[in-house]
């Protein structure tokens, strides 16, 4: 079955930062298009970053929400099954739970990793 397993939260300072990673088994990783997303309780989900995949003229095309552009850098390595974000000058803002996941079939989830900025 699919598994997605998310690491490298934890507690950095504001202006800090933290790199993530997920494992990806149990699926052809190269042909999924993979993003991240993050959840503070009580608010909704939501899209972090997205990258396509290598396949055609589209390649690993990234898409960013708008409170993380030239901040966060989303990218993926096939040959290890394996989705980055890469988190620079982190603010407060950024504390959530993030989550890698399939765009349009977030059934397929990891069970998360907790980043919390603060002083």
């Known amino acids: 079955q699919v598994q997605l397993v998310e690491s490298g939260g934890g507690l950095v300072q504001p202006g800090g930062s933290l790199r993530l990673s997920c494992v990806a088994s149990?699926?052809?990783?190269?042909?999924?298009?993979m993003g991240w997303y993050r959840q503070v309780p009580g608010k909704e989900f939501e899209l972090v970053a997205d990258i396509g995949t290598d396949i055609g003229a589209v390649g690993g095309k990234t898409n960013y929400a708008e409170s993380v552009k030239d901040r966060f850098t989303i990218s993926r390595d096939n040959s290890k099954n394996t989705l980055y974000l890469q988190m620079d000058r982190l603010k407060s803002e950024d504390t959530a739970t993030y989550y890698c996941?399939?765009?349009?079939?977030?059934?397929?989830r990891g069970q998360g990793t907790q980043v919390t900025v603060s002083s």
């Open positions: 149990g699926l052809v990783f190269r042909i999924f298009p």
């Open positions: 996941g399939i765009p349009g079939a977030l059934q397929y």
